[in-house]
Antibody, heavy 117, light 107 residues
């Protein structure tokens, strides 16, 4: 049974960075892409980008190219997203999701990031 | 970017009724469309992909139709567990984009 276990909520100061984790289980980690999706409070969903865990290839939404960095650790079946130079606009819930190419099949429970001094 | 428009942000219906949720793309996306459901406290769930293909585990009362720019999610004979948020998403081109969501509530 597929499971995407995301790290706990984060409270971070403006200008800082945060690294979110997503531990995958229940499937072969390198067989599917990991996509990350942002949902600001009360708003819709924004696709940040994806990483191919097998090759490490990444593809980003232009909007998030200078904001997010996606990586994986194949030894622990864990995906990471680092968000840099945080502002209040980055306060949101971030979802780790699993995709067969561009179809997102499974979602993690989401992690709330709050940027506040 | 392809804009996805869900014109109804809110829809109220009673159990047993049938409802349709529409989604319109700003350009033709062929049938590269998925529908997701979110219920409070639960993870998002993929219901339909390729416009009309039911994901494994999606009840048969759900159906998807459309291609090009206009798509519809139909739920026949609503069950209490069907109430929640529904989003469409295109994957015809990157960046992937989502509709603004339709909240289906019990009347």
């Amino acid at each position: 049974q597929v499971n995407l276990l995301q790290s706990g909520a984060a409270l971070v100061k403006p200008g800082a960075s945060v690294k979110l984790s997503c531990k995958a289980s229940g499937y072969t980690f390198t067989d599917y892409y990991i996509h990350w999706v942002k949902q600001s409070h009360g708003k819709s969903l924004e696709w940040i980008g994806y990483i191919n865990p097998n090759s490490g290839y990444t593809n980003y939404n232009e909007k998030f190219k200078s904001k997010a960095t996606l990586t994986v650790d194949k030894s622990t079946n864990t995906a990471y997203m680092e968000l840099s130079r945080l502002t209040s606009e980055d306060s949101a819930t971030y979802y780790c999701t699993l995709g067969a190419m561009m179809v997102i099949g499974y979602w993690g429970q989401g992690v709330m990031v709050t940027v506040s001094s | 970017d392809v804009q996805m428009t869900q014109s109804l942000s809110y829809l109220a219906a009673s159990p047993g009724e049938s409802v349709s949720i529409s989604c319109k793309a700003s350009k033709s996306i062929s049938n590269y469309l998925a529908w997701y459901q979110q219920k409070p406290g639960e993870a998002y769930k993929l219901l339909i992909y390729s416009g009309s293909t039911l994901q494994s585990g999606t009840p048969s009362r759900f159906s998807g139709s459309g291609s090009g720019t206009d798509f519809t999610l139909t739920i026949r004979s609503l069950e209490p567990e069907d109430f929640g948020l529904y989003y469409c998403q295109q994957y015809y081109e990157k960046p992937l984009t989502f509709g603004s969501g339709t909240k289906l509530e019990i009347k």
